[in-house]
């Protein structure tokens, strides 16, 4: 897909998620999500990959939920476990990949945090996300991987921190989305470089068949 829905456009989660249960109704059986995020962990630079590990749904502790309301038993469960959402076998695969075409550097796992938007986060928020476990925040990919994992989809999810996030009150630096943009023009070929090996090896990874789908936005 070129392009996902985000909260913060006025669409329900319903309407976010709803190309999950497209593809898998059309046989996709893996989805790669890609997105741009701001680093809270320290050690992450600014055009890093983030592989992410596992995610904080905050809008989720808030009611915010796609899977809120009647369960459609034809695609899951009614309280499905998320502990596993990002599959171990495809993170592998990836971090392999990019040790391979020298990209080691740039590359971490982590967690990812979803917050709503469309504001960027205040310092005390940033700082709250941090305690709290996250190594980086962003405004979407979680509803969809909520959904996706329901649904029995295996996922792979890739953020590209595009920022710095603020935790001091000191710093003069302001985020703005044009640095988002850049930073991801910056990284795309790295990107595409990593996906397309990705693609090309997932016959590795024994449950993998061809159904694959990318599902991004910013990079
Ligand atoms: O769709 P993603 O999460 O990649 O987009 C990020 C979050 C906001 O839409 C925007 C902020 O600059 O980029
Ligand atoms: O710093 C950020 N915060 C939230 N969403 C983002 N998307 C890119 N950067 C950020």
Redesign the pocket.
């Known amino acids: 897909m070129q392009g996902?829905f985000?909260l913060?456009e006025g669409y329900s989660l319903c309407k976010v998620t709803f190309p999950m249960r497209i593809f898998k109704l059309m046989g996709v059986e893996t989805i790669v999500v890609?997105?741009?995020?701001g680093g809270l962990c320290q050690d992450f630079k600014v055009g890093d990959i983030m592989v992410i590990k596992d995610h904080i749904n905050l809008p989720g502790f808030a009611g915010q939920h796609p899977l809120c309301g009647p369960n459609d038993e034809r695609f899951g469960i009614r309280f499905p476990c998320m502990s596993d959402a990002y599959s171990k076998d495809l993170r592998k695969l990836v971090l392999d990949i990019t040790a391979e075409l020298g990209y080691s550097n740039f590359v971490h796992e982590g967690v990812y945090c979803m917050v709503s938007?469309p504001n960027f986060e205040t310092i005390a928020e940033a700082r709250m996300l941090h305690i709290l476990g996250s190594d980086s925040v962003?405004?979407?990919?979680v509803p969809e991987v909520t959904v996706a994992k329901h649904c029995g989809l295996r996922v792979l999810g890739l953020s590209l921190i595009?920022n710095k996030v603020s935790l001091d009150y000191s710093r003069e630096e302001k985020v703005n989305?044009e640095e988002?943009l850049q930073i991801s023009k910056m990284r795309a070929e790295m990107l595409q470089n990593v996906l397309v090996t990705f693609i090309a090896r997932s016959h590795q990874v024994e449950t993998i068949n061809n159904s694959n789908c990318i599902y991004?936005?910013?990079?």
């Open positions: 996902r985000h913060y890609t997105n741009a995020s938007g962003g405004m979407s990919t595009t989305h988002v991004s936005n910013a990079v």
